[in-house]
């Protein structure tokens, strides 16, 4: 596969649990709708790939021991990826749709990751709950929605010095960078743009994270 996907990292342990996770999301999408993206080489190019972005974009915060909420996890992407790249982070994968959240619990328990922790709810419920406020250091999110609107649903999730890293398309960034430096608390800034591999399209980062260390 090193030479299939030379993007992707070399790690023999990383790349076989892709491989075990791409094989499960095709036979789980047979009976529920998980997700349109399924044929391999898309699978590894926009759902590996682009969870990876964030690491990748900001390297140094792999290393970091951060407690990491990702809101509307769908199938798991960027959250299993993360896990799976990021041993030391501790992530949360919230989603309101119950046959995705079962489907990354079973992920969790097959890929043995100890780090991800699976909540089935909405952000804006799980807001207003104790255990959720300030309880981590990076939020992110990605195709789910306008970054206002997620910002507003979780603003109690980020623990003072915490802050959001967004994955956004280039043209949902630029709508959603004049948004929220209108009504949004923090420092809101832009990655430039990044490509995915083999041409499959632009992505931005949103960020008002203090310390992105790029």
Known sequence: MAEEFPFLPA?????????????????????VNLTRILERRDFYVKHVADSL?????????????????????????????LALACPNWQLTAIDSTGKKTAFVQRMKELLRLDNLTVVTGRSRELDRRSEFRHAFDLVT?????????????????????????????????????????KHAAGNWRVTPVLELPEGAGARQFLYNYPEPER
């Open 11 to 31: 790690d023999p342990a990383f790349r076989a649990a892709c491989e075990l996770l791409h094989r499960e999301l095709v036979e789980a999408n047979s009976r």
């Open 53 to 81: 972005l964030l690491v990748q974009t900001f390297p140094r915060l792999r290393e970091k021991p951060l407690r990491v909420a990702d809101i509307g996890c769908g199938a798991g992407f960027p959250s299993l990826v």
């Open 141 to 181: 999110a990605r195709a789910v929605a306008a970054a206002p609107v997620i910002v507003a649903d979780s603003r109690n999730f980020p623990r003072p010095g915490g802050g959001y890293i967004l994955y956004k398309t280039p043209e949902q960034a630029a709508a959603d960078l004049i948004e929220l430096r």
